[in-house]
């Protein structure tokens, strides 16, 4: 573990001499990067199995979308900002990785908790007057792309930032643990919203590209994020339609 405490504390060192203009800077770069990774990552996943679709392709791209995913970038980069804040604060607190336990053990706990805490905000965002003035604006999109991930309202990246920060501030995860989540994070949304199953016939108790393509032509069901547990026991799972 000697290589990786040392890059963990030459982050920590980096981020805590970082002054709040330079940080903006690396949030917006940040953001900005994610974005290009799912974009190109789901290009690139797409390309080798064009069988594997399993929703028709969606329309041209607007520029609504366009617009909306500078905005989502923007939010996003103002939440890494307050997570930095915090951070250099002493009110987020992120600990050196004491060993593969621990970063696994981060990684799958911060997983569930926020998998737990997504499934109660997206159904509560599929509540009536919430639907309408805020998530609506993700499900205009019913045939999805990679880029459909970040077409959504400015309030729920606010609120999915916020619930993040507030997760992070009790649960106090190591480096690894932590920045595995947010990989996970990123590669399951892109999943969700490439149209395509790369596992024929889904995993088990995880939600594969299915489950939320199927949630965007059928909002009524399948509100689970990463795993489709609180589907099965709230009895919101979608039944799989034929294709
Ligand atoms: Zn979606
Ligand atoms: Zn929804």
């Known amino acids: 573990m000697q290589p990786l405490a040392q890059a963990e504390a030459l982050l920590q060192q980096w981020l805590l001499g970082l002054g709040p203009v330079e940080a903006a800077g690396w949030a917006v770069l940040l953001n900005l990067a994610q974005v290009l990774a ?9 390309r080798p199995w064009p069988d594997r ?10 520029v609504a979308e366009v617009q909306t995913t500078a905005l989502t970038v923007l939010g996003s980069a103002a939440i890494t900002w307050l997570g930095w804040w915090a951070f250099c604060m002493g009110w987020i607190v992120v600990v050196p990785t004491s060993g593969p336990l621990r ?4 990684a799958v706990g911060l997983l569930l908790t926020m998998d737990a805490a997504l499934y109660a905000g997206h159904r509560m965002a599929h509540w009536g007057p919430l639907f309408g003035r805020v998530h609506a ?11 459909t991930l970040f077409v959504v309202h400015p309030a729920e990246v606010l609120g999915f930032g916020g619930l993040w920060l507030g997760v992070l ?7 690894s643990g932590m920045i595995a989540y947010l990989m996970l994070n990123g590669i399951w949304g892109t999943l969700g919203h490439f149209g395509m199953e790369l596992l024929p016939g889904g995993p088990a108790l995880l939600t594969g590209g299915r489950h939320h393509a199927d949630h965007h032509r059928y909002p009524h069901g399948n509100f689970g994020f990463y795993t489709n547990l609180w589907d099965r026991l709230l009895g919101s799972r979608l039944p799989r339609p034929e294709r």
């Not at 679709?53 to 607007?62: E, F, G, K, Q």
């Not at 501030?169 to 480096?175: D, G, N, V």
């Open 38 to 46: 799912c974009v190109v990552g789901g290009w690139a996943l797409q």
């Open 53 to 62: 679709r399993i929703a028709p392709a969606p329309p041209a791209l607007t």
């Open 103 to 106: 970063a696994v053990g981060d």
């Open 137 to 147: 604006l993700h499900h205009r999109y019913s045939l999805v792309r990679p880029l």
């Open 169 to 175: 501030a009790l649960w106090q995860p190591c480096w």
